[in-house]
């Protein structure tokens, strides 16, 4: 059921920063899934490039006990592994200095396509840029890969943009947003565009709302004072909530490219309303459960930064004039959960006497746990007794639907790698988005800051602060539950 894997074409594929915890849990388990897969060629080669003092050797047991650790049991297959490792190798470079360069330049192979990870600090960027164009390692062909954050606001992000471009041009940068990378994301897209069903209804004429949730069960322990700097607002909303957002209020694209794409995701967000005071609320995570509070966490007591936000916002174009968005993102929430859900509008007319147990249809979008989509319907309650109505769901998980072959759905990281090999950056963000969506973020965190707004808490396990679920009460709606 899951179709033909077509491997992609022969590649040199660089991983600044291949030490890192990134590399470690995702980029390298997932390069050896699709290895094992068939998509890898075999004349591939994998180069970590970091700071440590490592040889080949070193670091294939370090990517072995990576795979060890962070590849399911089943998917272990000794020989797959061994010969994987034979195409890993490993370069100890300095991203400021000229330590290991040349070396890195004599690894490198013609006729192969040349991508470089950079799986490093954002303040690395401009300095790996740099280096591999002074050294002669990338050429106009070759894609470099950068990681989230990409920014802190507008100006930085364009300052990051303006370090890249003056070694690479837009269609060699690759911009990961690794959400756009869930299967579930992309059949939103198909499920919007391959069918005739949805598209009339996707309006404010018949969509009363959307909720966009992204909930996590961990707090910000160990990486409190990072997390700090930025708050949930920087560090998921302004990408990931963002997108996702994008792809449910998007025109049609012309056609289903790179460009094409990004266009409309573009337009989505420069339509996007400033959001008033009111419609947002922030919170901290209290101490609970033997755990510590986020002000713990992040070793500040007088912190301002949230690890939960709430906000309404309205797009103000023909589609979507009156239907309101609802975004809303935590840490330390009661289940691990990110969904999209839809709710359609009541009938404009019940033609049946008793509209008892009526709700609305929702269609609701699951990226995690479970990808998978889900309608819910209205239907007769079955058995004698009168015109009962009962909501039921039309489910497709992709597990029911794939069976066992579901397990080889790839995970978002290596779905994206294969992207940047093919040169395909259509679940890539490009940068006049990323700086759309900075210019809409920038001016509602300079809003709370000036006034000095206190984020509320909220108790460990709960859904959010109180005045989240009053953000929504106020408008006669319901946040769904946050199940895992
Ligand atoms: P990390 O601190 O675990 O690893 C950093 C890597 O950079 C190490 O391999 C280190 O050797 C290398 N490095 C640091 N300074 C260097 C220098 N001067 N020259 C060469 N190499 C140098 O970081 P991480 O968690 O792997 O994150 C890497 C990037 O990915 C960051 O931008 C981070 O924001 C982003 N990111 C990480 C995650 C995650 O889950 N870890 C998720 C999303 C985004």
């Known amino acids: 059921m899951v179709s033909r894997v077509i491997p992609v074409d022969p590649f040199d594929l660089v991983i600044f920063g ?17 290895f094992l897969a068939g998509q890898m060629p075999a004349d591939s080669r994998i180069i970590g490039a970091a700071r440590a003092e490592l040889d080949d050797a070193g670091f294939q047991k370090m990517v072995a006990e990576a795979i060890a650790e962070f590849v399911p049991a089943e998917r272990q297959d000794k ?23 040349d070396a890195l330049k004599s690894r490198m192979r013609e006729n192969v396509v040349r991508a470089f990870y950079f799986s490093v600090a ?29 920014g802190r606001d507008l100006a930085s992000a364009k300052a990051l943009n303006a370090v890249l471009a003056e070694h690479f041009d837009e269609h060699q940068i690759y911009r ?9 994301v992309q059949n939103l897209m198909a499920v919007r565009f391959a069918n005739i069903l949805f598209e009339p209804l996707w309006k404010a004429e018949y969509i009363d709302h959307v909720q966009i949730t992204v909930a996590e069960t961990v707090g910000v322990e160990g990486r409190g004072a990072y997390y700090d700097k930025s708050g949930a607002m920087r560090d998921m909303v302004q990408n990931h909530l963002m997108q996702l957002l994008c792809l449910i209020a998007m025109e049609p694209p012309y056609h289903f490219d790179p460009d094409a794409v990004r266009d ?35 070793e500040d007591p007088n912190s301002r930064t949230e690890s939960y936000i709430a906000l309404k916002c309205h797009i103000s174009n023909w589609r979507w004039k009156g239907t309101p968005f609802y975004l809303r993102t935590g840490k330390r929430l009661r289940s691990r959960a990110s969904e999209i859900a839809i709710t359609f509008k009541e009938p404009p007319h019940s033609i049946f006497d008793d ?45 029911d639907a794939l069976g066992a072959d579901a397990e080889d759905i790839p995970d978002a990281y290596e779905r994206l790698i294969m992207d940047v090999i093919r040169g395909n950056q259509t679940l890539f963000m490009r940068g006049d988005e990323v700086e759309a969506a900075w210019a809409w973020a920038d001016p509602i965190i300079a809003g709370w800051e000036a006034r000095g707004d206190r984020p509320q808490g909220y108790d ?19 946040w769904r539950e946050i199940k895992g």
Request: aromatic share 6%; with cysteine.
């Open 18 to 34: 291949g030490t890192g915890d990134l590399a470690r849990r995702k980029i390298l388990p997932g390069l050896y899934r699709r």
């Open 264 to 298: 409309e995701k573009l337009k989505v967000i420069r339509a996007l309303d400033a959001v008033k005071p009111e419609d947002i609320v922030r919170g901290q995570y209290l101490a609970g459960g033997g755990q510590g509070g986020y002000l713990e966490h992040c």
């Open 460 to 478: 460990p396990g709960s859904s959010g602060p109180e005045d989240a679920l009053m953000l929504m009460h106020r408008d006669g709606r319901r």
């Open 355 to 399: 509209a008892k147990g009526w709700r609305e249809n929702v269609l609701v979008i699951r990226l995690q746990p479970n990808e998978g989509m889900n309608l819910m319907m209205m239907i007769k309650e079955p058995g004698p007794g009168g015109m009962r109505l009962m909501q039921v769901p039309l489910d497709m998980s992709f597990a």
């Open 122 to 150: 954002p303040a690395l960027f401009g300095d790996l840029a740099e280096r591999l164009h002074s050294h002669g390692i990338a050429d106009a062909w070759s894609r470099i890969v950068v990681e989230k954050p990409f």
């Open 79 to 101: 020989a797959a592994i061994k010969a994987f490792l034979d195409r890993v190798g490993y370069v100890s470079i300095d991203a400021k200095g000229t330590g290991g360069w």
């Open 176 to 184: 990961i947003d690794h959400y756009l990378g869930k299967e579930t």
